[in-house]
Nanobody, 125 residues
Framework: QVQLVESGGGLVQPGGSLRLSCAASGFTLDYYAIGWFRQAPGKEREGVLCISSSDGTTYYADSVKGRFTISRDNAKNTVCLQMNSLKFDDTGVYYC??????????????????WGQGTQVTVSS
């Protein structure tokens, strides 16, 4: 069964850090680009960042550039999202998604093939 499972979410104070993981089962992430999306309460889902399958090319939305880092661990079939200097606006449900192919797909939900169920990140004092 093909599955993506996010973990690592939680409650953190502004300025704090969290590390999210996206673990794949039923398929190999080696050939998939990975994107992270988030949805805040009452807001539309937005693409946050992505990493290609082939050469590790990354793209970061301006809102997270310099604070978030994505990395792949193909041996563990996992992708991680390191989030530093968290802000109130980073609150939301974070989803990972996998899109087959060598390039870097647009950071659009429908451009990906598999999606996880999400993990809640809450930034609050």
């Amino acid at each position: 069964q093909v599955q993506l499972v996010e973990s690592g979410g939680g409650l953190v104070q502004p300025g704090g850090s969290l590390r999210l993981s996206c673990a794949a089962s039923g398929f190999t992430l080696d050939y998939y680009a990975i994107g992270w999306f988030r949805q805040a309460p009452g807001k539309e889902r937005e693409g946050v960042l992505c990493i290609s399958s082939s050469d590790g090319t990354t793209y970061y939305a301006d809102s997270v550039k310099g604070r978030f880092t994505i990395s792949r661990d193909n041996a563990k079939n996992t992708v991680c999202l390191q989030m530093n200097s968290l802000k109130f606006d980073d609150t939301g449900v974070y989803y990972c998604a996998a899109g087959y192919g060598p390039g870097l797909p647009p950071l659009e939900w429908d451009e990906y093939d598999f999606w996880g169920q999400g993990t809640q990140v809450t930034v609050s004092s």
